[in-house]
């Protein structure tokens, strides 16, 4: 066993397991050994053993959760996490979960607080809301609402607005879990203001539109206006409800994207309330945001369901820190996503011919496309560069080497190349990225 845990490479997982994890690993292995051999012939070799032991606790490093760099070009790419913190929030998200904080006290009376009031004056600074609620995801914001507003009654969606997004979530599933009652609107390509209107009855709660985060229904359409369907729902006496998915709280314009809906302008068309992520174009924690008039979220701090959803308090903190960058002169650029956003190309072409130096002929710099991800902008690219890189075992063979690397590093397989994308590499980060990709060669 001595023998085992001096190897450098388990010495490794020990740091990162402890010795009682990696020395349970090489009873597994030395056990089955035993139980095989029929003769001295058969007992494996000690460096047979070691690779064993090897690959067992690497599939273990590969379950848990564990840090990689992003070369895939994918800004807020949803399978590695979404959008990466700023310092300020990592730092708010360590000093409030390494101690104790007035998450649900009262500094000022001595009395029970509510942790709900910890965000909601920064979001109501930024958006114009009246009043604002924070719960763990997106998906859950649209539940809490249904609950809250329409169990048991009619929600009106345009046939359009019927949207599945990643994971399988199906707003008309979301829709039946929660005990509302779907009603379509118009068809798919087209909707008028007149199918909503024949749309409502008695039994109307709730009016709906969402955003099609991932896709473009283009050609002869016609969509109703949030602001048209606010006007509609106050004559009828019914909320409007907009999930905003992404939730954009800056023009995207200055970054070469299209205009994306933000949440200010959903706000000033007089939505009663607006639901979008934290994790996604915000910059900060996964949380599902609300914000609108103040009588529509009372309603929702008074389900009984919110306790079920409630953000905890690193989440709370991260976001507080998140959203007060949003509100200083020189904050935005410091929040990860839109530092990325705002490299140029010529920065990234500079970078790249600077990692590519002594590599050799299988690396080559290359001009390439960027992706917003997660659900905003599906469509549109931004201007990138990055590395190319061939290997005679093939783009899959070292895309794989590259997963197995330190760090571990994700990317994308072009025309039988790898490229990585330096868009979502962090410029400090560079050198990192230059050792994983000569361990993956050697």
């Not at 604002?132 to 359009?160: C, W, Y």
């Not at 509609?232 to 970054?255: M, N, T």
Request: aromatic content about 4%.
């Amino acid at each position: 066993m001595n023998r085992f845990l001096g190897e450098p490479d388990l010495a490794a997982f020990a740091a990162l397991f402890g010795t009682t994890v990696v020395k349970a690993t090489v009873d597994d292995v030395l056990r089955e050994a035993r139980a095989q051999e029929s003769s001295a012939r058969d007992v494996p070799a000690f460096d047979e053993l070691i690779a064993q032991v090897r690959a067992r606790l690497a599939t273990r490093e590969n379950d848990e959760l564990a840090g990689v760099l992003n070369a895939t070009g994918v800004l807020l790419h949803t399978n590695l996490g979404r959008a990466p913190l700023a310092a300020e929030a990592l730092e708010a998200a360590a000093a409030i979960a390494g101690g104790y904080s007035n998450l649900e006290f009262d500094l000022s009376s001595g009395a029970r607080g509510s942790r709900y009031a910890r965000v909601a004056p920064a979001l109501c600074a930024l958006t114009g809301a009246a009043d604002a609620l924070v719960v763990n995801n997106g998906a859950a914001a649209i539940l809490l609402v249904l609950d809250t507003f329409a169990k048991g009654r009619e929600v009106v969606v345009a046939r359009s607005g019927l949207i599945e997004i990643g994971g399988g979530f199906r707003l008309p599933d979301v829709l039946a879990r929660s005990a509302a009652v779907l009603v379509e609107a118009g068809t798919t390509n087209k909707a008028y203001l007149r199918d909503f209107e024949r749309a409502l009855t008695p039994r109307t709660a709730l009016l709906m539109c969402s955003h099609a985060s991932n896709f473009r229904i283009e050609g002869f359409t016609a969509q109703v206006a949030p602001a048209e369907l606010a006007a509609l729902g106050r004559r009828a006496g019914v909320p409007l409800l907009e999930d905003l998915g992404s939730g954009a709280l800056v023009g995207l314009e200055a970054f070469g994207l299209p205009h994306e809906r933000t949440v200010q302008e959903a706000v000033a068309d007089g939505v009663d309330l607006v639901a979008f992520s934290g994790d996604k174009l915000l910059g900060g924690p996964q949380a599902g945001i609300l914000v609108g008039n103040a009588a529509a979220v009372a309603r929702l701090r008074a389900n009984p369901l919110l306790r079920a959803l409630r953000v905890d308090k690193a989440t709370l903190a991260a976001l507080a820190a998140t959203l007060r960058l949003y509100l200083e002169a020189d904050g935005l650029l410091r929040i990860p996503l839109y530092a990325m956003l705002a490299a140029t190309p010529d920065e990234l072409a500079a970078r790249a011919a600077h990692l590519a130096r002594g590599l050799g002929d299988a690396v080559r710099t290359c001009e390439t496309w960027a992706y917003a991800g997660g659900g905003a902008a599906p469509l549109s690219k931004l201007r990138s560069w990055g590395l190319a890189v061939r290997c005679e075992r093939g783009a899959s063979e070292l895309a794989a080497r590259l997963r197995a690397a330190r760090p571990r590093t994700v990317a994308r397989i072009e025309q039988g190349e790898v490229v990585l994308d330096l868009r979502t590499i962090p410029p400090q980060r560079d050198g990192e990225l230059r050792s994983a990709l000569v361990e993956a060669l050697r």
